[in-house]
């Protein structure tokens, strides 16, 4: 693990605490996962909960249960169908946190946002994630004359996971919230995004884009940088290529969760500031330097993007290094 550089201006108080230049996270404060039961951030809860306490903030709680046995001392899980929350008819006129949101933010120091669905309707986009979404794209293609963005508009108000839903609305919910709800100093915020964002335009990232899911990722980046400039606190956001890795099962590592893709051999880790790199990324590495980046207070204030290359897996102080270069 990297050297810690501990120092803190931490500190409780009551309702839309501002930090100002975004506090350096301590031992034992909080972090809230979101989407703690996805592939990836099941691992970001495991890894975090090394140091600090985890709010892990999920659909179906005993989905993960198993995966974090042993760890239920420092790893508490909430119950939330932001959907839900996002397609809500009664939305109120001030700045809230929903009731399901509130005790897994409100004493949070930090935050990662691991949310996101497929860039194409899959099972994924599914309210459970496991069924087929085939008859619904098919009836909004054909109410919309085929007219894709409105079929997607369609697709949106029946609350399914898109894009829009997703990386958009249902980030913006939970940043809101986190802001509402804080009754503790909030320090810093981690999205994990894609690369392409920013290239959205450039081959061959409009194909991605057809069904909304870089506009809809630029939405949710949007809100968390005017968020962080208006609070206070530091962001960023981590630019993986196309996941691969896992599945993962057991939740026993040694050292870095690098370890658990042993048998790839693209485990080497290269970042690169901005959105400027191509390629692809194991679901571990993304795990592991989300946890280093808030253990090291490293790229503060930036977005970078991360991709495994071919070679061995790195240190854990050699990708602390590329971090604090960033």
């Given at each position: 693990?990297?050297?810690?550089?501990?120092?803190?201006n931490?500190?409780?108080?009551k309702?839309?605490?501002?930090?100002?230049?975004?506090?350096?996270?301590?031992?034992?404060?909080?972090?809230a996962?979101?989407?703690?039961?996805?592939?990836?951030?099941?691992?970001?809860?495991?890894?975090?909960?090394?140091?600090?306490?985890?709010?892990?903030?999920?659909?179906?709680?005993?989905?993960?249960?198993?995966?974090?046995?042993?760890?239920?001392?420092?790893?508490?899980?909430?119950?939330?169908?932001?959907?839900?929350?996002?397609?809500?008819?009664?939305?109120?006129?001030?700045?809230?946190?929903?009731?399901?949101?509130?005790?897994?933010l409100?004493?949070?120091?930090?935050?990662?946002?691991?949310?996101?669905?497929?860039?194409?309707?899959?099972k994924?986009?599914?309210?459970?994630?496991?069924?087929?979404?085939?008859?619904?794209?098919?009836?909004?293609?054909?109410?919309?004359?085929?007219?894709?963005?409105?079929?997607?508009?369609?697709?949106?108000?029946?609350?399914?996971?898109?894009?829009?839903?997703?990386?958009?609305?249902?980030?913006?919910?939970?940043?809101?919230?986190?802001?509402?709800?804080?009754?503790?100093?909030?320090?810093?915020?981690?999205?994990?995004s894609?690369?392409?964002?920013?290239?959205?335009?450039?081959?061959?990232?409009?194909?991605?884009?057809?069904?909304?899911?870089?506009?809809?990722?630029a939405?949710?980046?949007?809100?968390?940088?005017?968020?962080?400039?208006?609070?206070?606190?530091?962001?960023?956001?981590?630019?993986?290529?196309?996941?691969?890795?896992?599945?993962?099962?057991?939740?026993?590592?040694?050292?870095?969760?690098?370890?658990?893709?042993?048998?790839?051999?693209?485990?080497?880790?290269?970042?690169?500031?901005?959105?400027?790199?191509?390629?692809?990324?194991?679901?571990?590495?993304?795990?592991?330097?989300?946890?280093?980046?808030?253990?090291?207070?490293?790229?503060?204030?930036?977005?970078?993007?991360?991709?495994?290359?071919?070679?061995?897996?790195?240190?854990?102080?050699?990708?602390?290094?590329?971090l604090?270069?960033l």
């Open positions: 693990m990297p050297n810690f550089p501990w120092s803190g931490g500190g409780e108080g309702g839309l605490l501002k930090t100002t230049n975004g506090g350096i996270l301590q031992p034992g404060d909080t972090v996962v979101v989407g703690a039961s996805g592939n990836v951030g099941k691992l970001v809860a495991l890894r975090l909960s090394d140091t600090y306490k985890v709010n892990g903030i999920v659909r179906n709680a005993d989905s993960v249960k198993p995966f974090f046995e042993g760890r239920e001392d420092s790893i508490s899980l909430f119950e939330t169908d932001l959907l839900e929350e996002v397609t809500s008819t009664s939305k109120p006129e001030t700045l809230s946190c929903p009731d399901s949101l509130y005790p897994a409100c004493d949070a120091n930090a935050i990662v946002i691991c949310t996101g669905t497929t860039a194409f309707p899959t994924a986009w599914s309210r459970s994630g496991e069924f087929s979404v085939t008859s619904e794209v098919i009836n909004a293609l054909l109410d919309s004359k085929f007219d894709v963005r409105e079929a997607l508009n369609q697709l949106d108000a029946k609350g399914l996971n898109t894009p829009r839903n997703v990386d958009n609305l249902s980030n913006k919910l939970v940043l809101d919230a986190w802001k509402a709800s804080s009754k503790v100093s909030r320090k810093r915020a981690i999205m994990l894609s690369i392409g964002v920013t290239r959205r335009e450039s081959m061959p990232f409009p194909i991605l884009n057809a069904c909304g899911v870089l506009d809809a990722k939405a949710g980046e949007q809100a968390l940088m005017d968020s962080a400039s208006e609070d206070g606190f530091s962001y960023t956001i981590v630019r993986p290529g196309q996941l691969f890795g896992g599945p993962y099962d057991n939740n026993y590592y040694l050292g870095t969760l690098f370890q658990l893709d042993k048998d790839s051999e693209t485990q080497d880790v290269n970042l690169g500031k901005g959105d400027i790199l191509l390629g692809d990324t194991l679901r571990s590495t993304l795990a592991e330097v989300t946890a280093q980046l808030m253990e090291g207070n490293s790229a503060r204030d930036v977005d970078f993007a991360v991709v495994n290359v071919k070679g061995d897996a790195p240190t854990a102080d050699s990708v602390n290094e590329k604090v270069a």
